[in-house]
């Protein structure tokens, strides 16, 4: 049973939202939560996507639960705790389905970095968003410095990590951060939408979409054509690629069984 995350599930996907009042910040519980969450909603069959985003209007996530950090300073041999918070993160990142973020409002450090795991994020126009490690003596250690660069380029990111500062949600859309901006209260509204159009597709399909997509950004061309063309082949064995198929040439809307 989940205590700083509700999960609701309707017509295909699921809305999971971070609950941990006042600023939803991303603590271990947090953490410990989305790997359930996200382990359970791997293999459910109702669930062809899924929203992630924070309760109230102001507040995505504002950071990780600083409180937390005094008991490690000094420590040595913590870099296997923060692999284990990192395999979480890989978790969402690698979701065999799509991934959709709501920035509801400030999306800080921590809350960011959960973000740049999700395959798309809608921003509400009065969300900011940024990685402001530095000013505590920190830099971001929850995938930041790597999932960053590869989203907005090198320049940005490092401007972006070095300085500390916000940006706005009209900025994120600019460099890419973001895919679209809504008016406040309105981000949720066009997530649901997307999701349950997608969710209306073969889950096949949509899982190696994903996996030639983020695999193959990490190979070289000819590699990544031939990682497309291995998965291409997988998705015409399906039960799903004979129904659209058919349905197609019967004029006719396709019942997906997502097998």
Excluded: W
């Amino acid at each position: 049973m989940t205590t700083v995350l509700n999960v609701e599930k309707t017509d295909g996907y699921a809305v999971v939202t971070i609950n941990n009042p006042p600023m939803n910040v991303i603590s271990n519980q947090v953490f410990k939560e989305l790997d359930e969450v996200f382990g359970e909603l791997g293999t459910d069959p109702e669930v062809n996507a899924v929203i992630v985003t924070g309760q109230g209007d102001k507040v995505f996530a504002a950071g990780a639960d600083i409180k937390e950090f005094p008991q490690l300073i000094g420590q040595g041999g913590l870099k296997e705790k923060f692999l284990e918070t990192h395999a979480i993160l890989n978790r969402i990142n690698r979701f065999e389905k799509p991934v959709i973020a709501v920035l509801n409002g400030l999306t800080f450090g921590g809350g960011c970095e959960v973000t740049l795991c999700c395959d798309i994020r809608i921003a509400e126009e009065h969300a900011q968003i940024g990685l402001p490690e530095i000013t505590l003596g920190l830099f971001p250690g929850g995938g930041g410095t790597q999932r960053l660069p590869r989203l907005v380029g090198e320049a940005k990111a490092k401007e972006l990590m070095f300085t500390g500062e916000a940006i706005t949600a009209a900025e994120a859309e600019r460099i890419g951060l973001v895919n679209k901006v809504t008016p406040s209260g309105e981000g949720m509204e066009a997530a649901r939408k997307m999701a349950k159009r997608i969710a209306r597709f073969s889950l096949p399909a949509l899982s190696r979409i994903k996996k030639a997509v983020d695999e193959g950004l990490e190979l070289p061309l000819k590699q990544g054509t031939d990682l497309e063309a291995g998965l291409f082949e997988e998705v015409f064995q399906t039960e799903d690629v004979q129904e659209g198929v058919k349905a197609f040439i019967e004029k006719r809307k396709p019942a997906f069984q997502n097998k």
